[in-house]
Structures are given as C-alpha cells and as structure tokens.
C-alpha cells in the first residue's frame, strides 16, 4: 500500500479523490452544465466560496480528473477540461441521480435530468460521454442531432415553463 493512501481499496481510493461534495459539484457543472471556467463554476447553485474551488480545482487538477490550458481570449482566464477519468463518472453520475430520486426530497424541475438518464440507460450515458470527448479532449465527433446535454437542458426548460403556468394560473 502507498504511505499517502488509507489503503488500497478501491471504494477508499476513490473517495479519496472525489468523496468530498464540491469536487462531485464542481465535476457535475462541468459534465452537465459545460461549465468550464473558474467564474462559471463559483456561480454554483450550492454557493461554492472561491477559496474551497481554487483547492478543489488543484486537487482534481492533481489527481488527473481535470486540465487547464490558457483562455487565448483572455490572458487572465483558463480553460479547464475533464480528462477521460472525468467523462468516465458519467455512469456512476446517473447512478447517483437516480439514487437520489429514489429516496430522497428532490425537486421536479432538477431531477428531470436524472430522470432521464435513468431511463436512457447505457446508450445514453455512452452517446454523452463521446460527446464530451468531442467538447473536452477534441476527439472527432461521431454523432449527430441534438446533444444529450441539449436534451437535458431542453427537458428541464420545459418543467420550468409548466411550473410557472401552473403557478400563473392558480393565482
């Protein structure tokens, strides 16, 4: 066992790297909101504080989930990008999602994703992941119509939109 591990368990090692909640967070945004700039991802709906992303960020930078390249738009920005480690968590980030539904509080307009990706299983997780491999590490696109993360937005837009005519006409 390496000294700087708790031990060589997989569970743990991969804790290790993603367990704490802003670096799923950070990761989620990235996958599932195209996020990839610091000011972007500090806009979190959960309120991440600029010190915890900065450190955040290193690690995962660290820890060969994420790279960062310099915005040739603006001299003071980087770009960050998922590595294929990253784009791998696609699966076990739908498997949390629907997790989630499952057993717990959710609301409807930010479950719908997840809703979604539950039911377009493995296709869909895998038709997501080329796609990010097109946005993030530039690999020739292989696809065609509209993106998963278009879809998803698309059917998230669409709750949104039912939500407030409900509301509207119940007043």
């Known amino acids: 066992m390496d000294a700087a591990h708790r031990s060589g368990c997989p569970i743990n090692l ?4 993603f367990g704490d909640k802003w670096s799923l967070l950070i990761l989620r945004d990235m996958i599932f909101g195209g996020k990839r700039h610091f000011r972007e991802l500090l806009r979190s709906e959960e309120g991440i504080s600029s010190n915890i992303l900065a450190d955040r960020m290193k690690m995962l930078l660290e820890e060969g989930m994420l790279t960062k390249t310099d915005d040739p738009s603006h001299k003071q920005k980087a770009i960050y990008s998922l590595t294929e480690m990253a784009i791998e968590l696609v699966p076990i980030m739908a498997h949390l999602g629907a997790w989630g539904r499952k057993w717990l509080p ?3 307009e930010l479950s719908i994703r997840a809703r979604l ?3 377009g299983g493995l ?3 895998e038709k997501f992941m080329a796609e990010l491999r097109v946005e993030q590490l530039g690999a020739p ?4 119509g509209p993106t998963v993360r278009e879809t998803l937005q ?3 837009l669409e709750v949104v939109a039912r939500q407030q005519a409900e509301r509207a006409t119940a007043n």
């Open 106 to 108: 959710v609301s409807e």
């Open 123 to 125: 296709p869909m997780w």
């Open 154 to 156: 698309a059917a998230y």
């Open 141 to 144: 696109s292989t696809t065609s």
């Open 14 to 17: 991969s804790l290790e790297v």
């Open 117 to 119: 990706l539950e039911e």
